[in-house]
């Protein structure tokens, strides 16, 4: 059994902070579940450009206010508590901060290792391994 407490990973490699967010990697790869789980923070009025193209994601908004927008379609979506979105096929969009921190849960299928961020095209790689 694992058991951890997401304040475990606050202040160490597994918290992972840019300009416009912060993740909380808390089940990675190396815990052999088959997915990650990850509590992140969405600053306010930032937009960040997404477009997983080897992980599948499932997204829990607890906290806050923000916004997605696909970009094949320009469909927007509002986020607050109890929205629930899932990019099942890989959906290319941009994901923008509201007016409060927009705290979610995430699940990553293939799990990450930990260390990801988004590249210039805004992708993970597929195994980010640490040096």
């Not at 993740?23 to 450009?49: A, Y």
């Not at 923000?66 to 890989?90: M, Q, W």
Request: glycine share 10%.
């Amino acid at each position: 059994m694992i058991v951890r407490n997401v304040n475990e990973v606050i202040g160490t490699e597994h918290e992972v902070i840019t300009e416009n967010w912060l993740s909380r990697r808390v089940l990675l790869q190396k815990d052999g579940m088959g997915f990650s789980f990850h509590e992140t923070v969405i600053f306010p009025g930032t937009e960040t450009h997404i477009h997983y193209q080897n992980h599948l994601e499932a997204v829990w908004c607890i906290e806050g206010d923000g916004e997605i927008e696909t970009i094949a379609d320009g469909k927007k979506y509002a986020l607050g508590p109890g929205v629930v979105y899932a990019l099942n096929e890989n959906d290319e969009h941009w994901l923008r901060g509201g007016k409060e921190p927009l705290r979610v849960i995430c699940v990553f299928n293939p799990p990450l290792t930990g260390f990801e961020v988004h590249d210039e095209k805004g992708v993970y790689p597929a195994d980010a391994r640490a040096a």
